[in-house]
């Protein structure tokens, strides 16, 4: 194999395990006879007996541990992980959260398998997504949901629910409700001075 197995190329991967375990099986399940054959001297003092005995060794050998190498695979698809994430829990804002790509296990299949049952056993590039943001069950706050003047959650939130409070929406922000506030105070100091925005009245003043 010796290459890495990541987005693009983990079906094929699951695929190519599978096919070799089927085939592994095979080998193993047709030469069985000839092996037994073998051990109870029924078969012709010949070669070619070596070469069955090597044949059923191989094939079992491969087919034990093929088959815990895609047992260990499909239980990540069905959880929608990775030896990355076995070996150490992806880092969300909130926490580490060790099932946090996990949607369920049909989605989980699908995230790997795609949509269309018809190509899961067919080397046939199916998986969803683009191989760089993938779907969480993290689920995030509700934007309507009501908010303290400071923009912070209150404390019974705070307690149910871990993520952090989203911004305030334009309509809540401070600086737009304090702005009219600016312009009356900034208007103060301009009242004792009655007419001197008119250049008209300046000159009669001054006159």
């Known amino acids: 194999v010796n290459n890495c197995v990541g987005f693009s190329n983990y079906k094929f991967f699951l695929l190519f395990l599978a096919y070799s375990l089927l085939y592994c099986l095979f080998i193993a399940a047709t030469d069985l006879q000839y092996f037994i054959k073998f051990w109870t001297n029924g078969l012709p003092d010949?070669?070619?007996?070596?070469?069955?005995?090597?044949?059923?060794?191989?094939?079992?050998?491969?087919?034990?541990?093929?088959?815990?190498?895609?047992?260990?695979?499909?239980?990540?698809?069905?959880?929608n992980k990775s030896t990355l994430e076995v070996f150490r829990a992806p880092i969300f804002r909130h926490r580490t959260d060790k099932n946090g790509f996990s949607l369920g296990f049909s989605k989980n299949l699908r995230q790997v398998f795609g949509d269309e049952k018809k190509y899961w056993l067919l080397p046939v590039f199916s998986s969803l997504g683009d191989g760089c943001s993938f779907p969480t069950c993290l689920v995030n706050q509700d934007p309507e949901q009501a908010s303290t003047p400071g923009g912070l959650n209150s404390t019974s939130k705070n307690e149910s629910h871990l993520f952090p409070a989203k911004p305030l929406r334009d309509s809540q922000s401070h600086l737009l409700t304090d702005t009219p506030t600016w312009s009356e105070t900034a208007a103060k100091p301009e009242k004792g001075k009655v007419g001197m925005s008119n250049p008209a009245l300046t000159m009669e003043n001054e006159t």
């Open 46 to 79: 010949t070669q070619a007996k070596f070469h069955i005995m090597f044949l059923f060794f191989a094939a079992a050998m491969f087919s034990v541990s093929l088959s815990s190498l895609f047992g260990y695979h499909c239980w990540l698809v069905s959880k």
